[in-house]
């Protein structure tokens, strides 16, 4: 069991900058990959980033490279998500995600077994 809690979403111009955290809780010890998808209304729910925990390696959507960087302190059981040059087109609930075993998809929903709340991030043009 593992429990996630997103937060720092807001509104913000396009151009400005968000970071969100995510603090996990519970039986962490067994988690393979963490990762952030986003879902805007009436779309399905599609990958952002996502980082191993144990190496650190980061993975990102074509969509956000360059502009977004996926981080984690082991530690403390969290992982955050610094978004640089937003656009509105990053409209949408962000949700952070658990994934439990190496051999699961890293790109889709399928592949993680916990989810957050979600927090939203608006763009305004």
């Known amino acids: 069991q593992v429990r996630l809690v997103e937060s720092g979403g807001g509104l913000v111009q396009a151009g400005g900058s968000l970071r969100l955290s995510c603090l996990a809780s519970?039986?962490?010890?067994?988690?393979?990959?963490m990762a952030w998808f986003r879902q805007a209304p009436g779309k399905e729910r599609d990958f952002v980033a996502a980082i191993s925990w144990s190496g650190g390696i980061t993975y990102y959507a074509d969509s956000v490279k360059g502009r977004f960087t996926i981080s984690r302190d082991n530690a403390k059981n969290t992982v955050s998500l610094q978004m640089d040059s937003l656009e509105p087109e990053d409209t949408a609930v962000y949700y952070c995600?658990?994934?439990?075993?190496?051999?699961?998809?890293?790109?889709?929903?399928?592949?993680?077994?916990?989810w957050g709340q979600g927090t939203q991030v608006t763009v305004s043009s």
């Open positions: 995600a658990s994934q439990r075993n190496t051999d699961q998809s890293m790109y889709t929903v399928r592949g993680y077994n916990y």
């Open positions: 519970g039986r962490t010890f067994s988690t393979s990959k």
